[in-house]
């Protein structure tokens, strides 16, 4: 029955059905295995990485490990194996809180510790999360509190790009994808836009946009298909009436902007395809279209 997906095995004697996990995010499922691995570890840990990020609910962009993160000391030589990854980073002066008999990475903590290990792209998608002013009970971090963490820390390896993904880093991008299309779309030549713009359309009618290029008075939309099929957006609504609604929406920003543009989530994914529609829309660009292959973001 593991074998073919009816269940699945989250940890060592844990096992849910295989329709119960598909259901949930990728997020949720490594919070899941974490809290699971952890509850039957009984040698006290330092949750870190991943597994503290999953724990916080700050996501990351691509895919996540099927072992739960641990940060121990060098010096003890401990080796990974089984549900668990032991991180030797040293974890004398690393920022944590309790976690039942355990220690957790704090916010700015984990967001610093996956920063210094991913490349950019996914360390300013962590960072992100941690600093995103609209999750509801406010951030989890604050660019000041990433900077003191830096700066207090012994040199490490990864600082220089921990340091530019901090940078690049905004405060309102609301899922990791708004923040990977904000760097694309800069990467690629054109003005860098704002996050969540906020417009009370003539109608009274008010609107956000995930990205708007203000010289240019470009709104950009950034459509996951969760929109149009989640039960947490359509509150009730049809597919076919979330569409109605969302174009009728797209009809009252057009007659209010010079440009307006459409692109999916994964288009992000596609640098050609975001160059393509956003220039054909009127956007302009300073720099030529990308080639396949073309490192765009690294």
Do not use: C
């Not at 054109?190 to 203000?214: A, C, I, K, M, N």
């Amino acid at each position: 029955m593991v074998a073919d997906g009816t269940w699945v095995r989250v940890a060592p004697g844990v096992f849910v059905t295989g329709a119960e996990w598909r259901r949930l995010t990728p997020m949720a499922q490594h919070r899941i295995r974490v809290e699971e691995v952890m509850a039957r570890s009984r040698t006290p840990a330092l949750i870190s990485h991943f597994a503290a990020a999953a724990l916080w609910q700050i996501d990351v962009l691509g895919a996540w490990p099927t072992r739960v993160d641990v940060t121990i000391d060098r010096a003890t030589g401990g080796r990974s194996g089984g549900a668990i990854t032991r991180r030797a980073l040293g974890r004398e002066g690393r920022a944590s809180v309790p976690f039942g008999h355990h220690r957790l990475a704090t916010p700015a903590q984990t967001a610093l510790d996956l920063a210094r290990l991913l490349p950019f792209l996914r360390g300013v998608t962590a960072i992100e999360q941690a600093l995103w002013t609209g999750r509801h009970g406010g951030a989890l971090a604050t660019a000041a509190d990433l900077s003191a963490l830096l700066d207090e820390a012994a040199p490490a390896r990864g600082d220089a790009r921990v340091r530019r993904a901090l940078e690049a880093s905004a405060t309102l991008a609301a899922n990791v994808r708004e923040t990977h299309m904000r760097l694309l779309v800069v990467a690629l030549g054109f003005p860098t836009p704002r996050l969540q713009e906020r417009r009370v359309l003539r109608s009274g009618r008010l609107v956000y946009g995930d990205l708007y290029f203000p010289d240019a008075d470009h709104w950009l939309e950034i459509d996951g298909r969760g929109k149009y099929l989640s039960p947490e957006y359509t509150a009730g609504r049809t597919p076919s009436t979330v569409v109605i609604d969302e174009k009728n929406r797209e009809n009252e920003i057009r007659r209010e902007v010079r440009g307006f543009s459409r692109l999916e989530a994964t288009d992000a994914d596609r640098p050609q395809r975001v160059y393509d529609v956003l220039t054909a829309d009127g956007l302009r660009s300073t720099k030529p279209r990308p080639h396949p292959g073309d490192p765009i973001l690294r």
